[in-house]
């Protein structure tokens, strides 16, 4: 299944993509894409639903917003340097386990909503990345195939970094990392029953019509399993938590001979074979500070 989210910021409702791209509303079967409903078997409980009342189910209009697929999850960890020819543009050595960092989870946004530059920053920053969703609770899973197991499915994400942020202020990367909206993830979430193996799906991402990043999940040095494994080492995982699996190369902070960050008004947009495509227009901060204002003196 391809589950969705649907409706304005906040106040989204869960939704499933069919096969023949309409999009339905299964509010009457499930409240929302949470921790309880990954838990309590509720990828189950709508599969069974959905197979029963496709033709009946409310039809979602095609112009409504997409939320993220899942409800703010407990957390989202992310793997740095996960891509032979990112780590090297970055200058970085190859790590010889996963590096992990933490995004807040208040950054994730809808696949398709803006991306807000945070105030006093400069070097705002994409990263295609594919992004693991955990279905069960688990830690110290001590196997590959096992670690499958706990996997709800998958979605695309751009892992935004302000690199100013992340690399010249004191301490650790999630400063750069955290800002609202630089975790827009969607727009599906795949379920893995349909997706077993993450592991040979083309990436790309393009700003302003031109191609920045073109890999493959192939190029993962730690694959979606063995990340899963590594990171339960550490913390327990809990349904809906995110795991972003690294970006390949070709982000701004690489660009030779100096990187060229995002400004207000460049389009992002992106894609992961079969996880779908999103697309993100940069905006100032002082830009929402203003129709902020518009709005409450309205
Ligand atoms: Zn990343």
Not at 31 to 46: I, K
Not at 186 to 191: A, E, F, I, N, S
Not at 225 to 250: E, K, R
Not at 266 to 272: A, F, R, T
């Amino acid at each position: 299944m391809k589950l969705i989210r649907f409706g304005a910021p906040g106040l989204e409702r869960p939704g499933v993509e069919l096969e023949d791209g309409a999009r339905i509303d299964v509010s009457p079967v499930c409240s929302d894409y949470t921790e309880a409903f990954f838990a309590g078997g509720g990828l189950d409980r709508l599969r069974d639903w959905v197979g029963r009342n496709s033709r009946s189910a409310p039809r979602v209009a095609p112009d409504t917003r997409l939320g993220p697929p899942i409800a703010r999850p407990s957390k989202i960890v992310c793997i740095g340097l996960n891509f032979r020819d990112h780590a090297a543009e970055s200058g970085m050595p190859l790590p010889t386990e996963p590096v992990i960092f933490f995004k807040s989870t208040t950054a994730l946004a809808g696949p398709n909503d803006p991306v807000v530059m945070p105030k006093n920053g400069s070097k705002v920053d994409w990263e295609v990345e594919l992004a693991i969703v955990v279905g069960r609770r688990c830690s110290y899973v001590s196997s590959e195939d096992e670690a499958a197991e706990y996997v709800a499915g998958y979605a695309l994400h751009n892992d935004y970094s302000e690199r100013a942020f992340q690399l010249e202020r004191a301490g650790q990367w999630v400063k750069g990392k955290s800002a609202d909206t630089f975790a827009p993830i969607g727009p599906w979430l795949v379920t893995r029953d349909e997706l077993p193996d993450p592991h040979a799906l083309e990436m790309w991402l393009k700003v302003n019509g031109e191609y920045r990043q073109k890999s493959t999940t192939a190029n993962m040095i730690f694959g979606a399993h063995a990340l899963v494994s590594y990171v339960s080492q550490f913390m327990t995982l809990l349904p809906g938590d995110v795991i972003s699996s690294g970006t390949p190369a070709g982000v701004a902070l690489g660009m030779k001979p100096e990187p060229k960050y995002l400004q207000a008004g460049d389009v992002v947009e992106l894609g992961i074979e079969r996880l779908g495509e999103s697309r993100q227009v940069v905006v100032s901060h002082e830009s929402t500070v203003r129709a902020g204002r518009a709005i409450a003196a309205s």
